[in-house]
């Protein structure tokens, strides 16, 4: 809010996206490392023996909150339309 009262009004922001971005990935696991700094998130295809990293995200510690709050959001949302998801076992063995 501006003055602690008044709501800011919201801007509109355009945004692009490139064609490979457009395609996706695949992600079956998720690393995470952090430092005091940010957050660092590896989405890996993991294909037994081995994984590949799909995608790596580099973000803030206080946008990554709003991130989690927005995928909270967005599942509660998608579970009252489809109904609750089970959870996937975990994976049976470690990943270096």
């Known amino acids: 809010m501006a003055d602690d ?3 800011r ?3 509109e922001v355009n ?3 490139g064609d490979d971005e457009l395609k996706g990935a695949y992600s079956n696991l998720l690393r995470i490392a952090h ?3 940010e ?3 590896d989405f890996i295809n993991l294909v037994p023996p081995q994984g590949v990293v799909s995608a790596r995200i580099i973000t803030s510690p206080g946008h990554l909150k709003r991130i989690i709050r927005a995928l909270q ?3 509660e ?3 009252k339309t489809h109904g609750e998801i089970r959870e996937a076992p975990e994976p049976e063995r470690t990943v270096h």
């Open 5 to 7: 009262q008044t709501p």
């Open 77 to 79: 949302r998608y579970e």
């Open 15 to 17: 945004i692009k996206i």
């Open 39 to 41: 957050f660092i998130l």
């Open 35 to 37: 430092t005091s700094e």
């Open 9 to 11: 009004p919201q801007a």
């Open 73 to 75: 959001a967005n599942l």
